[in-house]
């Protein structure tokens, strides 16, 4: 089983800058498709970003403002956040999914949300 655990979420002014990191419990996960997706309250989970064997694809809402990246030494995924805007107010989820990435030999399409192993999440809030 594979236990994802995000931190470095918190609040910021719009402008600013946040880090969040996910670290993986197994060696499997950062071999996997993995990505980071989000969730604000009323609305539906989507995808932000995703990362496989350096193959990095985003929303068009964050293109030029956020970077996913990988630690395999650390079992570690990031995405660092800059020039954050109220609307990337959500909870951030980092998501894994080994099938996917050994059927496919890449990372589904950035709409896919459903994959195999989620972590528990981290807020982001992000004020005008």
């Known amino acids: 089983q594979v236990q994802l655990v995000e931190s470095g979420g918190g609040s910021v002014q719009a402008g600013g800058s946040l880090r969040l990191s996910c670290a993986a419990s197994?060696?499997?996960?950062?071999?996997?498709?993995m990505g980071w997706f989000r969730q604000a309250p009323g609305k539906e989970r989507e995808g932000v970003a995703t990362?496989?064997?350096?193959?990095?694809r985003y929303a068009d809402s964050v293109k030029g403002r956020f970077t996913i990246s990988q630690d395999n030494a650390q079992n570690t995924l990031y995405l660092q956040m800059n020039s954050l805007k109220p609307e990337d107010s959500a909870k951030y989820y980092c998501?894994?999914?080994?099938?996917?990435?050994?059927?496919?030999?890449?990372?589904?399409?950035?709409?896919?949300?459903?994959?195999?192993?989620r972590g528990q999440g981290t807020q982001v809030t992000v004020s005008s």
């Open positions: 990362f496989y064997r350096g193959d990095v």
């Open positions: 998501a894994a999914d080994y099938s996917r990435a050994v059927v496919l030999g890449s990372c589904p399409s950035i709409d896919i949300i459903d994959y195999q192993y």
């Open positions: 197994t060696f499997t996960a950062m071999r996997s498709c």
